[in-house]
């Protein structure tokens, strides 16, 4: 029998696409409380969010005479017309949020707009109002949710741990609160403050605030702007880098957003510099024009898409390489196990990093003088599905004027704060332990490791060669006669092009034996000949040469011990090591993400014979 659903079975059927779980919740009250136009923003949970969320603000309340009205299904105050769908640059717009908390909740509201005498008190219990009335409070709105799910029992089954769920909110939380960095925001579990911010839009401070203050230990300022692009934010140095995406932050103008072009856009940053398995961290706030970002999806939406997204990894990888370009990035040998920082002396942040500034409220939207000018007509009539071209025009209006502002307007210009490392200011000192050479600069002792370095020229002399049309091989006054199994001599065609294109001129001789009779030119015969054993040790697997990936993957394992370690060099060829590993276009680390430098700040030496 085909039936019209109840009222109440139909709102709790269409809260449960809203709200699965307590975090959804809490993101849509914080959601609200920012449409609102809050500077401060207090959200208290219990039990992960299961018995008790309460988010509080000072934004611009809801008038008395609405507040009942705000629990009511596409109730909204955000857009009058469909026109306004084009124009929206609130968080939400719906008007589904409450009424959908409503219908599987305890809800208390207490809110009160700057003009009213006295606040508005309303208790609603599965979507019945139970009390309305005048409150003394503050102005803004503070909006508890308790026992979800009270009524549904069986969705409250599909609800993971207290502290799973409490997990995913702060989570949420915290990517909010980084991304809304002029805003204050406080997140309370239980009776335990988790974070504090302090609204003042400082990115570095808030990180620390908000993930603790080793989360701030080598983190590297990233700024660039070009092309009505900006990137501003921090990432690590590859030493410190972490065992999943957890930390990747990207706001894309203002909004927090998950992006694989963004994702896969730093990893080719921090190419070759990490090991397999391990992410940067990254806090990546990146400003362009809205008119470049695919109009099909909405802004609110977390995935976002790119118009040209080549444009934009271009650009991230750039700013994220440049970043990395500086001594800072270097693994550091610390004095001392580094002690809670106080606020702007991270050890790796040399200059204060308060003048990377993120948009302010002001100059993202004013919301809050949107919305109260939109409610100020309707103030008696309290009706919000009155269609009024006059207050829509004031909304399209004010969101027109700042989609004109150009990113670059959101960033105070500022200085480059990071020299890039310097080769030439390095003195050398001979090695020790037959691997580590020792070196210094003006402010810094170095210790390079002197295998991991071989491997990285060895490695970028090789891929150089491959790529070169012209080879440069060095005839063998006595060809070399080299065996292979038969099974390599049988598939000849699958790799002998390849070893040519890498500067060898091999010919077979019969009986599994190849004649070697040119070598690359940069190599020793030593080197040229382990790195042959290796390569076709690599090619029992049946690798597919033709891949370049591939190809570049066999070629950074057979380098690895194609280079000699364990010698003592000269100090000329120290100085030639040294020289060739500044030609390389990614000089810190071996082709397999092992360091080449580790650094040590003479302070963090004076600091150990207790001169400060
Ligand atoms: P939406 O945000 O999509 O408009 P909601 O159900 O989340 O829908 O909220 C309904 C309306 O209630 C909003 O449009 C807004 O006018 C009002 N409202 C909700 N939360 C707040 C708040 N914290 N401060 C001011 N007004 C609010
Ligand atoms: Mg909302």
Known sequence: MIRILDKHVADKIAAGEVIDRPVSIVKELLENALDAGATQITVEIKNGGKSYIRV??????????????????????????????????????????????CAVARVELITKTEDAKAGRHIMIEGSEIRENSAIGCPDGTTITVRDLFYNVPARSKFLASDSAETRRIVDMVSRIALSYGDVKFNLINGSNRVFSTSGKG?????????????????????????????????VSAPSASAPSRSRQIFCVNGRVVSSNVLEKALDEAYKEKLFHGRF?????????????????????????????SFEVSDFVTEAVKGALDVKEALP??????????????????????????????????????ILSTLRRPNDVESESEKTDSAHAESLTAESASVAEKSPDTHFLPKKASV???????????????????????EDSFYLIDQHAAHER?????????????????????????????????????AWLSEICSLGYDMEFFGDNTYLVREIPAFMELSEAESFLHDFFAFLEDKPDLTNRITLEKLITRACKSAVKGGDSLTNEEIEALMKDLKNCVNPFSCPHGRPTFVRMKKYEIEKLFKRV
């Open 332 to 369: 550091q040998i610390r004095s001392e196990v580094s002690k809670k920082p106080e606020e702007g002396t991270s050890s790796t942040i040399k200059e204060e990093p308060a003048v990377i500034k993120i948009p302010t409220k002001e100059e993202q939207i004013d919301i809050k003088n």
């Open 280 to 308: 940067p961290v990254a806090f990546l706030f990146l400003a362009m024009p809205a008119d470049r970002l695919d109009v099909n999806v909405h802004p609110t939406k977390k995935e976002i898409r790119f118009q040209d």
């Open 419 to 441: 020299q890039p490392f310097d080769f030439d200011e390095l003195q050398c000192m001979g090695a020790i332990f037959n691997t580590y050479i020792l070196a210094f600069d």
């Open 56 to 101: 509080s603000d000072n934004g611009c309340g809801i008038p008395a005479e609405e507040a009942e009205l705000a629990f009511k299904r596409h109730a909204t105050s955000k857009i009058v017309n469909a026109e306004d769908l084009d124009a929206i640059d609130t968080l939400g717009f719906r008007g589904e949020a409450l009424a959908s908390i």
């Open 457 to 493: 020229i060895f490695y970028e002399k090789l891929l150089a060669e491959y790529n070169r049309r012209e080879k440069l091989r060095q005839t063998l006054l006595l060809p070399l006669n080299f065996n292979v199994s038969a099974q390599i001599a049988a598939t000849e065609e």
């Open 202 to 234: 400082n990115i570095f401070h808030n990180i620390i605030n908000i993930y603790g203050a080793d989360s701030g230990k080598d983190l590297l300022p990233v700024e660039k702007a070009r092309d009505g692009f900006v990137l501003k934010g921090f």
